[in-house]
């Protein structure tokens, strides 16, 4: 069977791509939700055991939900470089900027939480090995917090190209230049066992609320300028 991707169904494509940003985003805060309180990182072995296996199936579909939400990022920043690839100059560089920091956000989210769910499926066969739950569950922690590097990377591409490209309103691309450093400063709160600038702390969890806006904004911003399926145009 055929598949038309001519250049005038280009719109509705463009306008799947600006939703499944919007679904990251839902799934995203969903999956953080469902998780719940975790532990500090500075709680105890028995305390960081105790989460796992007593909110075991909540936290496994916490981790489903979170994939979904990285699949349909990853839909979105593929969706946004390919708007964007048969544009001229600097436009095209940005969309590149943001596409390897969006790939790179994926990428570390997946691999980073692979400790985690490790830790919450074993669960109880675990017992008995404190270094083994200490240095899965730090693992964890601290490549969520790495994470704002990339994620930098990823939204003052995404900034810049809306800026050049005047998505939507003005003030979304310079809000997202502050929200950018600040993701650098966020991905510093590796020093600390407790507190604000602990992995676990205030910082890079204002970091994570600053980064899910700016997706969403961004988001919203695209569909605007695409328009409604079939009544759309080409963003490039």
Known sequence: MDVDLALENEPQWQWVGAVTGIAAVVCI????????????????????LKFAVDHRRRLLFSTWIGGLGGAFFLWFVSSLRG??????GTA?????VAFGGGVAT??????????????????????GTP??????????????TLIFF??????????LLTIHRQIWAPWLGVAGLVVSVYEL?????????????SPTGAIPFIGFLAFMAFLLALSIGLLARVGAPGRGRVLA
Do not use: C
């Not at 805060?29 to 960081?48: E, F, H, L, Q």
């Open 92 to 96: 095209s560089e940005l969309s590149a």
């Open 83 to 88: 708007a964007m690839t048969r544009a001229a």
């Open 185 to 197: 400063f966020a991905a510093g709160a590796i020093s600390d066992f407790s507190g604000a600038r």
């Open 29 to 48: 805060v969903a999956s953080t939700a469902i998780a719940g309180n975790p532990p500090k990182s500075n709680a105890s072995v028995d305390k960081i």
């Open 131 to 144: 270094d083994l739950v200490r240095a899965l569950y730090d693992t964890n922690n601290l490549s969520f």
């Open 150 to 159: 990339a994620v930098a990377v990823f939204v003052a591409g995404a900034s």
């Open 106 to 127: 994926a990428a570390i989210a997946i691999l980073g939480g692979i400790p985690m769910l490790v830790l919450v499926y074993r669960g109880e066969q675990l017992r």
